[in-house]
């Protein structure tokens, strides 16, 4: 039965990227799914930790006075370990050398964390080699300033690494995304099975209440999940199809007068542009990277 297929079959995605409904047809239309637009977060607070007093009251003027940002100053990585997670930065600049516990340990720390897991870090750092070694690009962190530094360029400085970290990460978005389009295009042939199941079962025993249900749930999924993975041809087909079988479930009349052979033949043509889909799909699909 093509319950039990329904029942099998498990989609590789994520739950969150395909949207779920129970039994929908039940009530009135509700409002259309809804993809959320990812917007780049906005530089606002910064927090700085450095052990000297002066490079302190420097960063922090340059930075309120001229960039216009929230700024809260540390002069220990123990005071900003007490004093992050209540102040929420979406920046954290840390001097590299400081006594006790360094940047790098701090860095470290900040990270254990929960609320300042993803929080952006850049290093100060009065040591060009340090500057310039490719040890810091292993912690992940933005940058690293040299000192001394012209106060009236830090905000700017501050701006064009954040830019670039708001591009890598809007880049690495858009890989997460087509690696998941790709994987519900190899899903596209086991999704159509499952309807073809469905649709056959019904031409060959007649018009069943739950097999039809379980058909509209398929292809309500299949109108929404396609529409946001970019695949508006098939988003269309689909949705014709569960207009149709919407109404089948909804009419006071069951079972219905017309012959369940049609949705064989709806079905069969859902299934075309869903192959279309793919391949199209597989062509858009990025090199590998080398």
């Known amino acids: 039965m093509a319950e039990e297929a329904l029942g099998r079959y498990r989609p590789r995605l994520p739950a969150c990227a395909l949207p779920q409904a129970e039994r929908p047809w039940a009530g009135s239309d509700g409002p259309a799914s809804r993809g959320r637009k990812l917007s780049d977060r906005t530089l606002s607070r910064i927090l700085v930790v450095d052990d000297d007093a002066d490079i302190r009251a420097m960063a922090a003027l340059a930075l309120i006075g001229l960039g216009g940002y929230t700024v809260e100053v540390c002069s220990s990585a123990r005071e900003a370990l007490q004093r992050a997670p209540s102040f929420g930065p979406d920046l954290i600049i840390l001097d590299v050398m400081m006594p006790g516990r360094d940047g790098v340990d701090a860095l470290k720390a900040l990270r254990q964390i929960d609320a300042l897991r993803q929080t952006p870090m850049l290093f100060l750092t009065a040591s060009r080699e340090l500057a310039e070694s490719p040890h810091y690009k292993e912690l992940d962190v933005l940058g690293v300033i040299a000192k001394p530094f012209d106060p009236s360029d830090l905000p700017s400085a501050i701006e064009t690494l954040w830019g670039q970290h708001q591009r890598r990460k809007t880049d690495a978005h858009a890989r997460e995304f087509e690696a998941l389009r790709q994987t519900y295009a190899e899903e596209l042939a086991q999704k159509i099975r499952v309807m073809q199941t469905a649709a056959i079962t019904l ?34 087909a689909a949705g014709a199809l569960e207009g149709i079988v919407k109404r089948l479930l909804s009419d006071a009349l069951w079972p219905p007068a017309t012959s369940p052979l049609e949705l064989v033949t709806l079905v069969k043509a859902v299934g075309q542009t869903a192959r279309n889909e793919a391949r199209l799909a597989r062509q858009e699909a990025p090199p590998p990277d080398r």
Request: proline share 3%; charged share 20%.
């Open 203 to 236: 031409a060959n025993a007649g018009w069943d209440r739950p097999t039809v249900e379980s058909l509209y749930l398929l292809v309500h999924r299949m109108a929404g999940s396609s529409g946001l993975y970019r695949m508006q041809a098939l988003s269309r």
